[in-house]
Structure formats: C-alpha cells, structure tokens
C-alpha cells in the first residue's frame, strides 16, 4: 500500500481552525494521542488513515495532502469549507 504525504502546516492548520488537539482528534478518530505525533512527525498515512482523518476534521484530502514528482496542476484546487 502507498503512503500518502500530509503537510504538516496545512494539519496543524485545519486543526486549529476546528478546535481539534492532538488528543481531541485522536480521540474523534479512535486512535491513541501518538498516533497524531507521528502523522505530524513522518507526515506520511494510509489511503484508509487519510480518509478517517477528513472525516474528523471536516475536510477535503487536498486540503492536507502534498503531490512530491507532479508538474503543477493547471487549475489551483479549491479549499474545502
């Protein structure tokens, strides 16, 4: 299974602007406090992970996702509300 990068300024980012902690979020996707250090700290997760975490925090995948080896996309993607 690939992993799939998460910038870690954009988490932190739609993290805050829900009210979510690591703690919170962890607990909002039933998973230990650790295990959103580390998706911080490696900034690498599951297709699977990466969908439980949208959910939690009310988002789009692009909003958290980095695309490393592709040209720039034509159009710039719009944010999720």
Known sequence: MT???IDK???ETVMEMRGFT???LAAKMGKH???ILRLK?????TLANLEVLC???RCHP?????AEGFP???WEAQGSR
């Not at 700290?41 to 997760?45: A, I, K, L, R």
């Not at 692009?62 to 980095?66: A, G, M, P």
């Open 41 to 45: 700290q490696e900034q690498s997760t």
């Open 9 to 11: 300024k954009r988490l």
């Open 33 to 35: 406090y650790n295990s």
């Open 3 to 5: 992993d799939i990068r």
């Open 62 to 66: 692009f909003d958290l996702i980095v």
């Open 72 to 74: 720039e996309p034509f």
């Open 55 to 57: 959910q939690s925090l």
């Open 22 to 24: 690591n703690e919170s």
